[in-house]
């Protein structure tokens, strides 16, 4: 009796005992690398558009030819601020990664987005497509000032 319960035990814990690491159930890695020289947007369906400048009030920006560092380390600070929730700089998040944005969009575009995210992503066709890509989740209305946005489409130059 002693032996018999003495196997169940040793085939018991051989049987429990696997050097392969057990599988995990469902995993969602939440950031994606983004390669700034890809010509494909990184697989992305959004068309890119450097003509639309979205709908809002920022009818133009004309960037300097440098940048204005001062102005870029506000945006920084507003950036890491109201922004980082959602987007990195070199990573797919809730909302697409930062990093090269101006090769994919006008710098109106942008400015619009930051001020005016309920409409555009109702009615300017890029935002409903990366509102499509991003699991219908929605830019929140940060409540930026122009200066703020401004600020902002400034830090993402240095990107």
């Keep these: 009796m002693k032996k018999s319960i003495t196997i169940f035990c040793l085939l018991f814990l051989i049987s429990c005992g696997s050097k392969e690491e057990k599988k995990k159930g ?3 890695n939440r ?3 983004v390669d700034k020289k890809s010509n494909d947007n990184n697989g992305s369906k959004v068309p890119v558009d450097l003509d639309n400048k979205g ?5 133009e920006v004309d960037f300097e030819t440098n940048i204005n560092n001062d102005l870029a380390d506000k945006g920084k600070t507003t950036f ?3 922004c980082t929730a959602c987007h990195m700089t070199n990573r797919k998040l809730i ?3 930062m990093s090269g944005i101006y090769e994919r969009r006008s710098p109106e575009w942008v400015m619009n987005l930051l001020l005016n995210p309920a409409e555009m992503l109702k009615k300017d066709p890029v935002a409903i497509a990366l509102l499509k890509e ?5 830019m929140l209305n940060q409540n930026l000032t122009n ?5 902002i ?3 993402l130059r240095t990107l």
């Design 26 to 28: 469902f995993e969602y």
């Design 31 to 33: 950031t994606q690398k």
């Design 55 to 59: 709908i809002g009030p920022i009818k």
């Design 80 to 82: 890491n601020q109201k």
């Design 95 to 97: 909302g697409p990664a």
């Design 134 to 138: 991003y699991n219908n989740i929605m």
């Design 147 to 151: 200066d703020e946005a401004r600020s």
């Design 153 to 155: 489409t400034e830090y």
